[in-house]
Every structure is written in C-alpha cells, then in structure tokens.
C-alpha cells in the first residue's frame, strides 16, 4: 500500500495534496479508507519532506500553487464548496440524507406556506417571541426559537434556506446531528434575544421579526471557522464567499426580518 501520510474526510484536498506532492517529485496516491481518503507515499525515502509539506497544506489549503500543481497535472481539483458545492442538486441531496437538516427545512416551508394561507395570525401567536418578563411568567420559551421558522417573503426563506441546507447538512454529515442542534439552538436563542433587547413590542406583546438568518450566519461562521482550524475535516468556505454574505448582510437583509 505505501506509506499512509494523512488522512481527510473529503476527497477534494486529498488529492490537492497528493498532487502536489508529486510536483515536487515525491510520488503520492489517494486510496479510499472507510469514509476517508489517505494520502499515500509509494516510497519512505521523502518521508520527513512530505510531512512538512502536509503540515504547510493544512496551515494554508487555499494557497494557489496547490491548485496551480493540480492545473499542471492535467487535473482541476478545487477544495469544497468552490467546485460542486453550489450545485442545487448536491445541495438538496446532501440536506435530504441530513436529519435535523431536513426537519428545519420543511418547517420552515410549512410555516410559510401555512402563512401565505392566511393562517399567519395563530402562527403568530405561538411562535413570536414575547418580552422576557411575559416569558418568565408564561414559562414559553420556546418562543426563543420560534421565529427563526418564520419567513415574510419568498426572497428571504429561499435564500435562508439555500444556505442552511447546504451548511448544515456539512456539519451534520461530518460532527453530527447533535453539533448541528446544539449550534442551532444557541444561535437562535442569541439572535433573537438580541433583537428582542433591541426592538419594541408590537399589538398583544409580540415582536415582529423572524427568519432563520441569524442560524445561517452562524453555521457560516461555524464553518469557515473549522475550514481554518482544522482544514483536514473537509468544512471550508472561501473568504470570497464570507465577503459576500457580510455585504448581503449589511445591505441587503431588512433587520427587521432577521
């Protein structure tokens, strides 16, 4: 088999690195491992090189003369989500194999389409979130998540929702389910306490703000965060793409929808 060198939950730097490796003369393959892709040495004699090559690779995996090694080989290997991430039907597949995942999209899709028939009004009722002191005496705190699954337009569940299928389905797959709900419920007990301190309360105690963009923004972060820490787990999203949902979000995403 070779000499196993490190081992990453995706295939995609897996073989950045491999490729790279070989453009500088050390020869190194991708076998398939369970749910991991090992890079491989053919031969032990760079072996103390190749480490430090792995090393400088996981500090820095976007660095362009991996990609350029890719280019040069005759194979274009990009690290996710630049390649395929994008795609719609990746996206719904990997949501629809992620439990949690799925269970928020369609709620949030039947919260919606409940609200376009005319049933926003009780919806209301039960799911806006209410000023802490009327909280403390009727004891509904789930009213701290509840208006994350509420959207006012088409605009902003699709786009909410695009982004949640495919960011949390990444974490999902590769944390776990428990991950992903736990990041779930502090960022949407923190995004909407926070709007609630900053809002006013409007006809029965009620605060007019939802939607699921403070999750988003968070399993964003979650994300990109991890991509920079541990690179080798395979979640990553380039700073283009963080670039952009910063401007969306200062421009574009009315505060008030959350």
Known sequence: MGHPLIAFNQQSPAHLLANYLTSQNITANVVQSDKEFVVVLNEDAHIDRAKIIAEDFLANPTHPKYQQAAWDSGKNVQLAPSGSGFSMGNIITDAVKAPFTSVVFILCVAVYGLSLLGMFA???QHL???PFSVLAQNQEWWRLLGPAFIHFSALHI?????WWAML?????R????SMLLIVFIVSATISN?????FSEPVQGNLYLFGGLSGVVYAVMGFVWWLGWLRPSWGLSLP???VGFMLVWLGSVMPISYG
Do not use: Y
């Open 122 to 124: 009780p919806i209301a």
């Open 168 to 172: 949390g389905a990444k974490i999902e």
């Open 239 to 241: 700073n283009s793409i």
């Open 174 to 177: 590769t944390l776990g389910m």
């Open 158 to 162: 699709i786009f909410n929702l695009l």
């Open 193 to 197: 306490a926070a709007q609630a301190i």
């Open 128 to 130: 806006l979130m209410q």
